[in-house]
């Protein structure tokens, strides 16, 4: 029976007569393993985070699946759950750069899914005789709606040249999709008694996006893991990011922004883990909902707090045990700084003692002028954070573009503030700390991979570079002309997926 025969078959079996406030919908993706069910009709999000559906709304009711009502109202519903568990805790930011979030439930055909600052918008595609939409899975809608989350709490990290930066921005997307359905009583009992309560388990709640995975794993199956897109529960330990190759299948890790993300993710999700774990002998549902709640809280004040630098990882990771620390009595100390450690995210050197306040502002290197240094919030305790937090501009740098194949034109790009002695670091190999990298450095690495995938929409510049390959739908960059000079900006965060 195809998948969406299945869903079908298992709405009809699980409900029988319709309920003014209730809809049906997925708990998990369609593909999980999961049946629908009757979830609370989707409320109306906060005045700061307003949304725009760019559809007509069908009738609120208990529509089958596989039908368009089923697929409109299961995804209302994942966009507002996931809301409302960030809203809380973002003070009074908005969304980034529009007063309406636009949601595109079905843009057209295409294995993807991307948040672009103005909008969500989700795809259709047929793969082997099923169609897939990438709309329907409530893992994609809260991975990409954490993009629009994260843009809200710290927009400068949308234009930053920086891998860990970028990587971050996936892991948080891949997290938001795990909280959120925690937020669902129905998957934390299912968890709980799947994994006996050892959540760091392959589980439905680790496995995230797996019918997006199904469908990309028929023509390249080496891209995603055997039974989904990503999954939270891996072996993966922290190298640079200059000291991965480009890209790499899912078996290995690379520096691409998806695949390096696996190391934060699986660092988080442990810690997650050992919380729950560490509350009881045998976990019930209110430890899992406590460890979660405290997750979203230290991500989002750590965020918040972090200066962004090349190793950001490291520099989230002291964050977060900082807010521990300071607004929870460091309850999660020893989970969050054992995941870390085993993951390299951070070093022994860099968990030994708390580093000294420093004032946030920085200068760079550079001789153009246009350098000016921030990129951290103040010190202190972080709860007044969100609501009263600037944008700090990031340092703008010129590169010269002879080495690109751009002849003697200059890029401007926006790079990460310069490290110190006291910024955190993660683990090397061989023991000790990683060397400090050179903020320069990191942002031309980024370069180089987004011009090696063909993700930078060249414009006017086009043809001085070897043809991509990859489409202009999927080119997540843009060379742009201001002012008479060239400069790299992001036009989205996609699935990262390099269909030509």
Same mark, same amino acid.
């Given at each position: 029976?195809s998948?969406?025969?299945r ?13 003014a ?12 393993? #999961?049946?629908?069910i ?5 409320s109306?999000?906060p ?9 007509k ?21 994942s ?19 529009t007063?309406?979030?636009?949601i595109?439930l ?6 993807n899914a991307y ?37 809200a709490?710290?927009?400068?990290l ?23 359905a925690l937020?669902?009583?129905?998957v ?5 008694e ?12 680790s ?16 891209l ?44 988080a999700?442990?810690a ?5 774990a ?10 899992l ?24 990882f ?6 977060m045990?900082?807010?521990d ?6 309850r ?14 951070l070093?022994?050197?860099?968990t ?13 290197r550079?001789?153009?002028?246009e ?12 709860a007044?954070g ?15 573009g ?25 683990? #090397? ?7 400090l ?9 980024f ?25 202009p ?9 201001e ?18």
């Amino acid at each position: 029976m195809s998948p969406a025969r299945r869903a079908r078959a298992s709405g009809r079996r699980r409900d029988a007569a319709p309920a003014a406030r209730e809809i049906l919908g997925w708990e998990d993706d369609p593909l999980s393993g #999961a049946l629908p069910i009757r979830l609370p009709a989707p409320s109306m999000p906060p005045a700061k985070l307003r949304l725009a559906i760019v559809a007509k709304a069908p009738p609120l009711a208990l529509h089958e699946p596989g039908t368009p009502g089923f697929r409109y109202w299961t995804a209302i519903e994942s966009i507002t759950r996931g809301i409302s568990l960030w809203a809380p805790r973002m003070g009074e930011r908005g969304w980034a750069a529009t007063e309406r979030l636009r949601i595109h439930l079905d843009r057209g055909r295409d294995l993807n899914a991307y948040y672009d600052r103005e909008s969500l918008s989700f795809f259709h595609e047929e793969v082997a005789g099923t169609m897939i939409y990438s709309g329907e899975s409530p893992d994609v809608v809260t991975h990409e709606l954490g993009h629009a989350i994260l843009d809200a709490i710290r927009p400068e990290l949308w234009d930053v040249m920086s891998t860990e930066a970028a990587a971050f921005h996936e892991s948080f997307g891949d997290l938001s999709a795990i909280l959120a359905a925690l937020e669902i009583p129905s998957v934390r009992s299912a968890v709980l008694e799947a994994t006996g309560g050892k959540l760091f388990r392959s589980s439905r709640l680790s496995r995230l996006a797996e019918s997006l995975g199904w469908a990309i794993r028929q023509s390249r199956p080496e891209l995603v893991a055997e039974d989904c897109l990503r999954n939270a529960v891996n072996a993966f330990f922290y190298r640079p990011p200059g000291e991965l190759p480009p890209s790499g299948p899912d078996a290995t890790l690379s520096r691409e922004p998806h695949s390096f993300s696996r190391v934060f993710t699986a660092g988080a999700f442990e810690a997650l883990a050992l919380a729950v774990a560490g509350a009881a002998k045998k976990p019930a549902e209110r430890h899992l909902v406590e460890a979660a709640r405290d997750l979203s809280t230290l991500l989002v004040e750590a965020v918040v707090r972090a200066r962004i630098v090349p190793g950001y990882f490291a520099e989230i990771a002291t964050r977060m045990l900082d807010a521990d620390r300071d607004q929870l009595g460091a309850r999660n100390a020893e989970a969050l700084r054992t995941a870390f450690l085993r993951r390299g995210i951070l070093s022994l050197d860099s968990t030994a003692a708390p580093p000294k306040p420093k004032a946030a502002g920085v200068r760079s290197r550079s001789s153009s002028g246009e350098a000016e240094g921030a990129g951290r919030a103040p010190r202190g305790r972080p709860a007044p954070g969100p609501r009263t937090q600037s944008p700090v501009a990031l340092p703008l740098v010129a590169f010269e573009g002879a080495s690109l194949g751009l002849g003697r034109r200059r890029l401007l790009l926006r790079i990460p503030v310069a490290p110190d002695a006291e910024t955190p670091r993660g683990a #090397a190999y061989r023991g000790g700390s990683v060397a400090l990298v050179d903020p320069h450095d990191d942002a031309r690495a980024f370069l180089e991979v987004l011009l090696r995938r063909g993700r930078i929409d060249l414009g006017a510049e086009r043809g001085r570079l070897p043809a991509s390959g990859v489409r202009p739908a999927r080119r997540t960059h843009t060379l742009s002309r201001e002012r008479g000079r060239l400069v790299v900006t992001r036009r989205f965060f996609d699935c990262g997926f390099d269909a030509p």
